[in-house]
């Protein structure tokens, strides 16, 4: 091994995308990992956080089986992913289902993010975690054959690729296309985490994960792992308004409890109680991408784009957990496809090859991804047209709450089929070429 060449790894963020895929590859021999994450301290910023059955399964497959622990997992008894409650009679007007058969442990769950975070952290030799690492730039130095990246702190480290898993407002990918911005959508979230023991006082608290619907705002309840709850207050406003509340407020800043109190006034006992004893809120106004981007591959095919950075679809569907975890199992699984445990080889990956790499994950993951962010797009849209129409009636909430969005197909999406898919696909493409040049030639 002495004459063997490792191939250097740089992950910019250590959310769950960058853990997960640091977990990915650390068990190959002859890759390098390093995480540079620009806080002080391993912590994650939001609230709560749900994974479908395709999340589970993947933090199953890195080896992450702590994270299925139900002390960290909350999952609903009756195995329905999210149960639909009407806003003033508390009854159950409609349910998710899962497709198929679901064993327990990959059935829809809620985390507090951070118990996630630490699960993931577990299987990551901390000496790789670099804190106070905010990425500014990278070059790429022709004598070295080295990416030299810089740091805002003046440091630098050397890769040969990067993923960049840092996160909605991605300094990787501002780097490389700034002008893939994210916008404001007007939906804004009020999020709260604290102990369980805050509502011991309530009777009939449901012991399932719930959403409320009204006809203008929405409240999601929840366990969560290690005797925490969750209540999350969501409404739509126009984010073209001049005076719309929160428009100029930051991701994760400190929210009125007072407030959250007050825009469910109007509500069930039930709701009105749980929201009452809830004891602080965090403001987090919504943002997302305009579109997919047109590719994940820059720097001259030595850097791609996981998580958020890659696809900031801004949080609809209790996705971008899962679709993250996805990301990463695919990222790994394409660099170890180029560049197997076992090769022979002396040389660590060339050019072309971490180039294939990069062109498989793309290929396995962002049409998936890019469909995420256009029904976003369309269901947003939709929400706008209602401001400032007719209220709603009740018959129309129900209807409404029942004929809403099925995303079955985004929760148990299955990215192993489809990297399998695509590695199929590209062994046919030189056959198929080969047939095509011989056609033309007769």
């Known amino acids: 091994m002495a004459d063997t060449q490792v191939l250097d790894v740089a992950i910019i963020g250590a959310g769950i995308a960058g853990l997960a895929a640091a977990i990915g590859l650390k068990s190959h021999p002859r890759i390098n990992v390093q995480i540079y994450e620009r806080s002080t301290e391993l912590k994650e910023i939001g609230a709560s956080i749900a994974l479908g059955p395709n999340g589970m399964r993947t933090l199953e497959r890195l080896g992450v089986g702590n994270a299925l622990d139900d002390k960290v997992a909350f999952r609903n008894k009756s195995g329905f992913p999210?149960?639909?409650?009407?806003?003033?009679?508390?009854?159950?007007?409609?349910?998710?289902?899962?497709?198929?058969?679901?064993?327990?442990?990959?059935?829809?769950?809620r985390f507090y993010r951070a118990h996630l975070q630490q699960a993931l952290a577990e299987h990551v030799d901390p000496a790789r975690i670099h804190l106070s690492k905010a990425f500014q730039s990278v070059k790429f130095?022709?004598?070295?054959?080295?990416?030299?990246?810089?740091f805002t702190d003046g440091t630098t480290a050397t890769a040969d690729v990067i993923l960049g898993a840092d996160g909605i407002h991605s300094p990787v990918r501002t780097f490389f296309v700034p002008e893939a911005k994210t916008a404001w959508t007007g939906w804004v979230t009020f999020r709260s985490v604290f102990p369980l023991s805050h509502l011991a006082h309530i009777p009939d608290l449901p012991d399932e994960a719930n959403h409320f619907w009204g006809p203008d705002r929405t409240l999601f309840i929840s366990k969560l792992g290690r005797d925490l709850f969750t209540v999350v207050g969501s409404y739509q406003s126009d984010p073209a308004a001049a005076d719309a509340p929160y428009k100029d407020s930051t991701w994760n800043s400190d929210g009125d409890v007072g407030v959250l109190r007050e825009y469910y006034k109007g509500w069930s006992p039930l709701v009105r109680a749980i929201v009452?004893?809830?004891?602080?809120?965090?403001?987090?106004?919504?943002?997302a991408a305009a579109s997919g981007l047109e590719t994940w591959v820059h720097g001259n095919g030595r850097v791609t784009l996981a998580g958020d950075a890659a696809h900031a679809h801004g949080g609809a569907f209790a996705a971008g957990g899962s679709l993250a975890l996805d990301d990463a199992w695919a990222f790994a699984a394409s660099l170890r496809h180029v560049f197997p445990e076992d090769s022979t080889a002396a040389n660590k990956p060339t050019e072309a090859q971490i180039s294939r790499a990069f062109r498989i994950y793309e290929e396995?993951?962002?049409?998936?991804?890019?469909?995420?962010?256009?029904?976003?797009?369309?269901?947003?849209?939709?929400?706008?047209?209602?401001?400032?129409?007719?209220?709603?009636?009740?018959?129309?909430?129900r209807a409404r709450m029942k004929s809403r969005y099925d995303p079955t197909w985004i929760h148990e999406h299955d990215v192993v089929a489809t990297f399998s898919r695509v590695l199929g696909e590209e062994e046919e493409t030189p056959a198929v070429t080969a047939v095509a040049a011989e056609q033309a030639r007769l």
């Open 276 to 287: 009452d004893a809830t004891p602080h809120t965090r403001i987090y106004p919504n943002a």
């Open 141 to 150: 130095d022709d004598s070295r054959q080295k990416l030299i990246i810089s």
């Open 82 to 109: 999210m149960i639909y409650r009407h806003y003033k009679t508390n009854e159950v007007v409609s349910v998710d289902s899962h497709a198929g058969q679901v064993e327990y442990r990959h059935l829809t769950s």
């Open 364 to 397: 396995t993951r962002k049409a998936h991804t890019d469909r995420v962010i256009q029904v976003v797009h369309e269901g947003n849209a939709k929400k706008l047209a209602r401001l400032g129409t007719v209220a709603e009636s009740d018959e129309e909430l």
